[in-house]
């Protein structure tokens, strides 16, 4: 059986998660300006990211496949927006903002790109 692991993009989301939620209980537990709204909202997309990506990856056609991998990449859009939207108010750092966009610019490149090469092979 293949390690999950292998999959580059099944990880890369997986770790992204991890921060989302590391992120969420520092902000709301951790700070002395406790943040529940923002981050409960980056908590909920930046999860669904790799979950959705699980989904495609179990998919029971090439449609439902590349269905998944669009709500995945939806997901990362809007989690940029609240990772912005923290950095700009205030929450997070330059330091914390430029690293999570980062990781968010690689999945939403690489989403892209497997969606492209699975459309052009499937037409």
């Known amino acids: 059986m293949k390690d999950p692991n292998d999959n580059i993009i099944v990880q890369k989301s997986f770790?992204?998660?991890v921060r989302c939620v590391k992120l969420y209980k520092h902000l709301c537990y951790?700070?002395?300006n406790k943040?529940?709204?923002i981050?409960?909202?980056?908590?909920r997309s930046g999860t669904s990211i790799g979950a959705n990506i699980e989904e495609a990856v179990g998919g029971q056609s090439t449609a439902d496949f590349l269905a998944k991998?669009?709500?995945a990449y939806k997901e990362a859009r809007e989690s940029r927006y609240w990772i912005k939207l923290l950095h700009e108010t205030n929450y997070i750092s330059d330091k914390e903002y430029e690293s999570l966009v980062i990781d968010l610019d690689d999945i939403v490149n690489?989403?892209?790109k497997i969606?492209?090469?699975?459309?052009?092979?499937?037409s």
């Open 110 to 112: 690489i989403i892209a």
């Open 15 to 17: 770790d992204f998660a």
């Open 69 to 71: 991998l669009s709500i």
């Open 35 to 37: 943040e529940f709204v």
């Open 30 to 32: 951790n700070t002395i």
């Open 115 to 122: 969606k492209l090469t699975t459309e052009k092979n499937n």
């Open 39 to 43: 981050s409960k909202q980056l908590l």
